[in-house]
C-alpha cells in the first residue's frame, strides 16, 4: 500500500489559487480533493509529486503548514487598462519566467563584476523622462550606433536591433513558452515583454508569442524602460512615454512627414516602408495631429477586427530544435556562460541548468555554433 501523507488545508486550498486554475480544475484532476482539504483521506506520495507538478509549485511547497510568503508581483506592473493598473496577479507562467531570468541576470551580474572586471552600464537608469522622448530617441541613437530610418533596408529589423542592443550590455531573452516545457504557453494577452534592471546586467525579455512587428516595437519599448532604469511588466496598454519613445525611434517624424504626404492616409503603404504594424502608424498620426483622436479609435477598432477575422496562425513543429533554442538564448549570453564554463569558473551542471540545455544536447548547441 501506498505510503500517504496529510497535506494542509491552508495549501490545498492556496493551490488552485496561486496557480491561477482555480478549483474546478483540481478536483477533475484529482477527484478526492475535497476529501484532502476536509482531511477525511490524505493524498498518496505519488499524488503528492502529481500535485506539485500539476500546480507549478516545488514539491517542498506541498509539505509546508502554511502558504509561502511569495509576492504575487515582484516585479512593477505597468500593464494598463482603461488607464488603470490591473487588479489581477501574475499567471504562474509569468512569475516563472520572470524568476528564471531572475537567476540567469543574478549569475551574469556577478561574473561581469568579479570575473571580467567590467565597470556598470552609465546608461542604465541615465536618463529620465523629464527628457521628450525625441531627445532620448537621439541618444539611444548614438549608443546603438544607428540612424533615423536604420531599419528600412533590413532585412529582420527585430535580429539587428537585438544584435545592437546586445553589444552594449543588455541581454535580450525572447520566448512563447516557459523554459522549453511547450504545454506552459506565454499569454500576449497578458504581457508582450518586462525589463530587469541591474547596472552590469540588465535583461529584456519578449514574448515570443507575439506577432513579428508587436516584438519589434516590444523591444524598443523595453530598451526605453532600461535608459530610464525602469523595472516592469508591460503589455499593449501601457505607459504612454515609452510608446512615444519607440514610435518615434521606429517612425521619426522627420522621415514619417514626407512618406506620409507621398502616401496621405496609405496605412498600409506606409507601415510597409518603416516594417511597422499599421496600429503604429494611426498612433503616430495622431501624436503628430495628422488623425483626429476619434478617427484614430475608428482605425483601432477597424485593424482589430481585421485581425480578429484573420484565421489563426498555424503551429508548426518539426523546427530545429538548436535554432529555436539559439533564438531563445540569444548570442550574447549563450557564448558568455560557456565561455565561463571552459574556463573552469562555471560548472558545467550550473552551465546546463543556465542554458536550459543538458549533456549531449549541449555539446551539440555548442559545435553547432562554435563557442
Not at 334 to 347: D, F, H, P, Q, Y
Request: net charge neutral; proline share 4%; glycine share 8%.
Amino acid at each position: 500500500m501506498s505510503g500517504r501523507f496529510p497535506v494542509s488545508g491552508a495549501i490545498l486550498n492556496w493551490l488552485p489559487k496561486y496557480s491561477g486554475k482555480g478549483y474546478e480544475a483540481f478536483y477533475k484532476r484529482f477527484p478526492k480533493y475535497g476529501e484532502w482539504i476536509a482531511g477525511s483521506v490524505h493524498p498518496t506520495i505519488c499524488q503528492i509529486q502529481a500535485l506539485a507538478t500539476f500546480s507549478n509549485v516545488p514539491l517542498g511547497y506541498i509539505y509546508l503548514k502554511n502558504p509561502p510568503q511569495l509576492s504575487d508581483k515582484e516585479i512593477t506592473d505597468f500593464r494598463r487598462l482603461n488607464g488603470e493598473i490591473p487588479d489581477r496577479p501574475y499567471s504562474p507562467e509569468l512569475r516563472d519566467t520572470i524568476y528564471d531570468m531572475q537567476i540567469r541576470q543574478d549569475w551574469l551580474s556577478q561574473y561581469r563584476k568579479l570575473n571580467l572586471g567590467i565597470d556598470a552600464l552609465s546608461y542604465v537608469g541615465g536618463f529620465s523622462k523629464h527628457m521628450d522622448s525625441r531627445s532620448l530617441v537621439h541618444q539611444a541613437y548614438s549608443l546603438l550606433n544607428i540612424e533615423a530610418g536604420w531599419q528600412i533596408g533590413i532585412a529582420d529589423p527585430f535580429t539587428y536591433i537585438r544584435e545592437r542592443i546586445e553589444a552594449i550590455g543588455v541581454t535580450v531573452f525572447v520566448n512563447g513558452i516557459v523554459g522549453s516545457n511547450t504545454r506552459r504557453k506565454l499569454s500576449v494577452d497578458e504581457f508582450r515583454g518586462f525589463t530587469l534592471i541591474d547596472s552590469y546586467a540588465p535583461v529584456i525579455f519578449i514574448n515570443g508569442a507575439d506577432s513579428n512587428h508587436g516584438r519589434l516595437f516590444t523591444i524598443i519599448h523595453e530598451f526605453c524602460h532600461i535608459l530610464l532604469g525602469e523595472e516592469g511588466v508591460t503589455d499593449s496598454s501601457s505607459e504612454p512615454y515609452c510608446n512615444s519613445f519607440a514610435g518615434e525611434f521606429l517612425v521619426p517624424e522627420s522621415r514619417f512627414i514626407p512618406v506620409w504626404n507621398e502616401h496621405l492616409e496609405d496605412y498600409e503603404t506606409v507601415a510597409k516602408r518603416f516594417k511597422v504594424s499599421e496600429y503604429v502608424i494611426y498612433r503616430i498620426a495622431l501624436e503628430h495631429g495628422y488623425i483626429t483622436r476619434i478617427q484614430y479609435h475608428r482605425l483601432v477598432e477597424r485593424f482589430n477586427q481585421r485581425l480578429q477575422s484573420l484565421p489563426e496562425r498555424e503551429t508548426r513543429g518539426g523546427g530545429d530544435f538548436y535554432v529555436t533554442a539559439h533564438a531563445r538564448l540569444g548570442e550574447s549570453f549563450s557564448r558568455t556562460v560557456v565561455k565561463a564554463a571552459r574556463a573552469g569558473e562555471l560548472a558545467y551542471r550550473d552551465a546546463y541548468e543556465l542554458l536550459g540545455l543538458r549533456g549531449s544536447t549541449f555539446t551539440k548547441y555548442v559545435n553547432e555554433y562554435s563557442f
